[in-house]
C-alpha cells in the first residue's frame, strides 16, 4: 500500500558492516590490538557475538568523543 513503510528487516550487509573486529578498531584508533583490550577493561562498548567480539562503530565514535583529552600546554 502507498504511503505505509514495512518493517522488513535489514540485509546482514547492513547489519554488520557497522560492526567492527578488534583489528579493525585497534586501525581506526591507529594503536594495539593489546590497547584495544586494555580500552575494554576502561569501558570501552562492546559486544559479543557468541564468542566473537565486536564493537559498533557509532559507540566507539562516541566513547572517543566522550574521553577525548586536550592538552593545555600546546
Same mark, same amino acid.
Do not use: I
Given at each position: 500500500m !502507498?504511503?505505509?513503510? %514495512?518493517? %522488513?528487516?535489514p540485509t546482514q550487509t547492513q547489519t554488520t558492516e557497522n560492526l567492527w573486529t578488534v583489528d579493525q578498531v585497534a586501525t581506526y584508533l591507529r594503536c594495539t590490538v593489546r590497547h584495544v583490550h586494555n580500552l575494554l577493561r576502561t569501558g570501552l562498548p562492546h559486544l559479543y557475538l557468541g564468542r566473537l567480539l565486536?564493537?559498533?562503530?557509532?559507540?566507539?565514535?562516541?566513547?572517543l568523543? !566522550?574521553?577525548?583529552?586536550?592538552r593545555s600546554d600546546v
Amino acid at each position: 500500500m !502507498k504511503g505505509m513503510e %514495512t518493517n %522488513t528487516p535489514p540485509t546482514q550487509t547492513q547489519t554488520t558492516e557497522n560492526l567492527w573486529t578488534v583489528d579493525q578498531v585497534a586501525t581506526y584508533l591507529r594503536c594495539t590490538v593489546r590497547h584495544v583490550h586494555n580500552l575494554l577493561r576502561t569501558g570501552l562498548p562492546h559486544l559479543y557475538l557468541g564468542r566473537l567480539l565486536r564493537f559498533d562503530a557509532d559507540e566507539v565514535r562516541a566513547y572517543l568523543l !566522550k574521553h577525548r583529552r586536550v592538552r593545555s600546554d600546546v
